[in-house]
């Protein structure tokens, strides 16, 4: 599994899985599912992802960027 935030855009991104992808299925609160060929769910992708978290949920996003730094770098 790996995670990472993009703080200019807002997004979090969750990849559960590594498969090929298919297609994806976005929803209308602003989370996009990625869909394999076989029809499992490899991804999350959750648009303005500061505005949909809030209090506690927050901190998974700071938990996600800080695991962003730690990949890139």
Same mark, same amino acid.
């Given at each position: 599994?790996?995670?990472?935030?993009?703080?200019?855009?807002?997004?979090? @991104?969750?990849?559960?899985?590594?498969? &090929?992808?298919? $297609?994806?299925?976005?929803?209308?609160? #602003?989370?996009?599912?990625? =869909?394999?060929? @076989?029809?499992?769910?490899?991804?999350? &992708?959750?648009? $303005?992802?500061?505005?949909?978290?809030? #209090?506690?949920?927050?901190? =998974?996003?700071?938990?996600?960027?800080?695991?962003?730094?730690?990949?890139?770098?």
């Amino acid at each position: 599994m790996e995670q990472w935030y993009d703080k200019e855009e807002d997004i979090l @991104n969750i990849q559960l899985k590594d498969e &090929e992808y298919w $297609k994806s299925i976005e929803l209308p609160n #602003g989370i996009i599912i990625d =869909v394999a060929k @076989n029809g499992a769910i490899i991804g999350v &992708e959750i648009l $303005k992802a500061s505005k949909i978290f809030s #209090g506690d949920a927050k901190k =998974v996003i700071e938990m996600t960027r800080s695991a962003s730094y730690l990949l890139i770098t």
